[in-house]
Nanobody, 121 residues
Framework: QVQLVESGGGLVQAGGSLRVSCAASGLTFTRYAMGWFRQAPGKEREFVAAINWSGGSTYYADFVKGRFTISRDNAKNTVYLQMNSLKPEDTAVYYC??????????????WGQGTQVTVSS
């Protein structure tokens, strides 16, 4: 079965950096666009970033542009989210997602279990 396993979350001070990873198994990784979403307490899950199958196209929510970078390593079946200049409002559970269709209109066919990112002020 398909598994998306996130790792790398944790506690960081405002202005700091963190990289979260998502290892995929049970699917043909290069056939999927991959993305990251997040959900803060009391809020709906929201799109953060997405990357197409080759890594040649990336998409970002406006609130992370210039601070976050999504990348993928198809040899390792892994997608990454490098988060810099973190703010307390970035505190959320970050979820990895896989979409068989398109990175541009990211809708998850599969979800990971999530990893907590907490940014202290």
């Amino acid at each position: 079965q398909v598994q998306l396993v996130e790792s790398g979350g944790g506690l960081v001070q405002a202005g700091g950096s963190l990289r979260v990873s998502c290892a995929a198994s049970g699917l043909t990784f290069t056939r999927y666009a991959m993305g990251w979403f997040r959900q803060a307490p009391g809020k709906e899950r929201e799109f953060v970033a997405a990357i197409n199958w080759s890594g040649g196209s990336t998409y970002y929510a406006d609130f992370v542009k210039g601070r976050f970078t999504i990348s993928r390593d198809n040899a390792k079946n892994t997608v990454y989210l490098q988060m810099n200049s973190l703010k307390p409002e970035d505190t959320a559970v970050y979820y990895c997602a896989a979409d068989r269709r398109s990175a541009a209109t990211m809708r998850a066919d599969y979800w990971g279990q999530g990893t907590q990112v907490t940014v202290s002020s």
